[in-house]
């Protein structure tokens, strides 16, 4: 197939940055996260959403989608395993939020870390034995993995089976940043930061040796091995930080929504964030946040053809597929990472 | 906790048996194409799905039975439970056909990754469910009882009903048409032949892409046949049914060995089992837990499936 030149926002976006030196590059970085800092006081105007507060919907779906997809690009996009229970940690997050917040009376951002390790022990816990499987076999092992911790979570006592748990604390005041359910700007910045920390681990990553092991093993899992990579160990690696956002951002979701109860963290979860994935461009960060953004804001945008909007969105991921297969936003054939820093580290 | 299973052991098996069958139905639609494609077919449970409203709308709009009517017997009986299959096969078979054409076709000829694939695949699935969802109000949908569950024999206790007798009697029939359609026909050759190599076989003159929509025509048709199974046992549907159904059915496909017909009916049928005795051991609601917990264990000691060929390595 053609390289299509039409449509290239990467590229475009590439070359701006590249040729911009330190300070431009600050200054861009610094506009950027002003001007998404600044969009939930766009409510009024077409980006409105119809029947969801719109301040809301930045925090969930947007902002939490956007988080879990780039978590979730970790292990789908750098290092090329297909993970389809993804729902599992968040779920872990967010029930570690949950029961910690009903019962020891620690607040949101005490209970943070204890969620990310939560989540990370059980990513060992599922890599060690399943992590030798590859491709399809990984992705049916954790799908399983993801209903099992569904299932555990619905039939228990402790966790209050299918009638979840609710009056689950919210985070405290930050100075006179106040935390609300009928504005949701507070939250919605905490995601923002949230995002901004897991894209800088990711490009950390990605230009030192975990992250050039791991696009060894995306690309061909047997060479990275005969190259002496300890291949076992960075897919663990991989899928453990792609757990702990997973759980960061259960934590933080379980904190926003006061209640929790098992129909929330169904397969469907899942596959939409591995769909936001793949639509936007797996692999590319860039590519990642748009498609999630997408994908978590046009359900909502569309509520006015309220009862078809799934129908509607099944149908944008079929023609979007064909018509654009690597997404909206591709990776660049190579990762100019391994070219251009392959000496250090 | 035993108790029950020692009790009941026999009604048991024969409901496990009855169940296998139709997960060995379902389970070919997943493992024939990807025997073929080396891709898993996500729209199958909804093909599922669509082929239980073939029985459904054909005693109820065709034949007009009701709930209340009077259950058929002799000649008609045949002849509304045969349509039916029929229906609910032809609804099946051309719902896969859609979804080859719609959601694998193009990103296939233009050899695209496999994720992108298997996304297009969840959207069409997704709008599949969606439009029953939208055409059924998101209501169950009772089928009007046309045969009479009446008890045959009694064996060691068991209760043999009629409506189990003709899913395991017919659903075997069914899948031992099909297996010898892919061990003897031509285009059963050509199948296999593809699954083994595809480059070799398109140099040998097989038609790709006729190949590869027979398969999803004869996945589908499975398909469609358990779906009138479902009917004719649980006597109820739902536009949501289908992913239940079709998980049970592809950790079937992975337990007997995916790519492996043979491998189907023996998953097939060991997890229809399992999950019987494991429901009346520990209690229904842990079956799917269990039922994953072996196919895990399956998978780390036995990785190709009991049955299966070594697919695991050839695509990462």
Redesign the interface.
């Known amino acids: ?1 053609k390289i299509r030149n039409y449509w290239n926002l990467r590229d475009w976006g590439a070359s701006v940055w590249e040729s911009a030196n330190r300070p431009k590059r600050v200054a861009i970085a610094l506009t950027s996260i002003i001007l998404v800092a600044l969009l939930p006081f766009a409510g009024a105007s077409f980006l409105a959403t119809p029947i969801a507060a719109y301040d809301a919907v930045l925090v969930y779906p947007v902002g939490i989608f956007v988080l879990m997809a780039l978590g979730l690009n970790i292990v ?1 996009g750098k290092s ?1 395993m ?1 993970d389809l229970g993804y729902v599992a940690f968040f779920a872990i997050g967010a029930y570690t939020m949950a029961i910690m917040g009903t019962t020891t009376g620690l607040n949101t951002w005490e209970i943070m870390p204890f969620g990310i390790a939560f989540a990370m022990i059980a990513g060992v816990i599922l890599g060690l ?2 992590l ?6 990984l ?3 954790t ?3 993801g ?2 911790v569904r ?2 979570v ?2 228990s006592s402790w966790s209050k089976g299918p009638n979840g748990i609710a009056n689950i604390p919210m985070p405290p005041d930050i100075g006179p940043l106040k935390f609300k359910l009928d504005d949701q700007k507070v939250f919605f910045w905490v995601v923002v930061i949230m995002i901004l920390l897991t894209i800088w681990m990711i490009r950390r990553l990605s230009v030192r040796r975990p992250g050039r092991a791991w696009e060894a093993i995306r690309q ?2 047997d060479a990275a091995e005969l190259m002496g990579i300890a291949t076992l160990k960075y897919k663990i690696w991989s899928f453990t930080l792609g757990a702990a956002v997973g759980g960061a951002a259960g934590v933080l979701y379980g904190s926003k929504n006061l209640f929790i109860a098992p129909e929330m963290f169904t ?1 469907n979860v899942s ?1 939409l964030i ?2 936001c994935v ?2 936007g461009g ?1 692999g590319n960060i860039w590519g990642v946040i748009v498609g999630a953004t997408i994908l978590g804001y046009l359900p909502d945008r569309i509520r006015f053809i309220s ?2 909007r ?2 509607v ?6 023609v979007v ?2 018509f654009r ?3 909206l936003l591709p990776r660049k054939k190579r990762e100019k990472a391994i070219v251009k820093k392959g000496a250090n580290a | 906790m035993f108790a029950v299973l020692i009790d009941q052991f026999w009604s048991l098996t024969i409901a496990g048996v009855a169940l296998g069958f139709i997960y060995v139905l379902i389970s070919l639609g997943y493992t024939m194409v ?1 025997g073929v494609l080396r ?2 077919n996500f729209a199958n449970s909804e093909i599922f799905m669509w082929g239980t409203f073939g029985t459904v709308i054909t005693s109820r709009d065709i034949f007009h039975y009701t709930q209340t009517s009077e259950p058929a017997t002799g000649g008609k009986l045949a002849l509304v439970l045969v349509s039916s299959l029929l229906m609910s096969m032809l609804v099946a078979g051309l719902t896969a056909i859609f979804v080859e054409f ?2 694998y076709r ?2 296939r000829m ?1 050899g ?2 496999r ?6 695949a ?10 029953m969802r ?1 055409l059924t109000d998101s209501r169950p949908v009772g089928s009007p009882r046309v045969l009479e569950k009446i008890i045959l024999t009694e064996v060691w206790g068991a209760n043999i009903r009629l409506d189990t007798v003709i899913t395991i009697i017919a659903a075997a029939a069914i899948f031992f048409i099909l297996e010898r359609f892919i061990k003897l026909s031509r285009m059963g050759k050509a199948i296999r032949a593809v699954s083994m190599n595809e480059d070799a076989a398109k140099l040998m003159g097989v038609n790709l892409n006729r190949v590869i929509t027979t398969t999803f025509l004869v996945g589908g048709l499975a398909t469609g046949a358990a779906g009138f199974f479902y009917i004719t046992v649980f006597e109820y549907t739902k536009f949501n049914i289908g ?1 239940t159904m079709g ?1 049970a059915a ?2 079937a496909a ?1 337990l007997g060995g ?1 790519g492996n017909i043979r491998g189907a009916f023996y998953g097939g049928l060991s997890l229809g089992l399992l999950e019987v005795y494991a429901s009346a051991v520990l209690g229904t ?2 079956k ?2 269990t039922v ?2 072996i ?2 264990l399956v ?2 000691f036995k ?1 190709n499936g009991l049955f299966g060929e070594a697919v ?2 050839t ?2």
Request: charged share 10%; net charge negative; hydrophobic share 60%.
């Open positions: 197939m789908v090329g297909l034995p399943t030798r499987l590859r491709g399809d076999y992705a049916i092992v799908l399983g993995f209903e099992i299932l555990v619905l039939n061909d899992e397969l596959i591995l769909a793949v639509f797996i009862d078809a799934l129908l969105f099944g149908i944008v991921l079929v597929m064909n297969p690597d997404g | 990807y891709m898993i719609v959601a193009r990103l233009k695209t990754n994720l992108a694939t298997l996304i297009s969840i959207g069409i699935s997704i709008a599949l469910q969606e439009v939208l992913f998980m592809f950790t992975v995916i609601q842990w799917a837990v994953f917990i196919l895990v998978l780390l990785p695991q390595t695509r990462a």
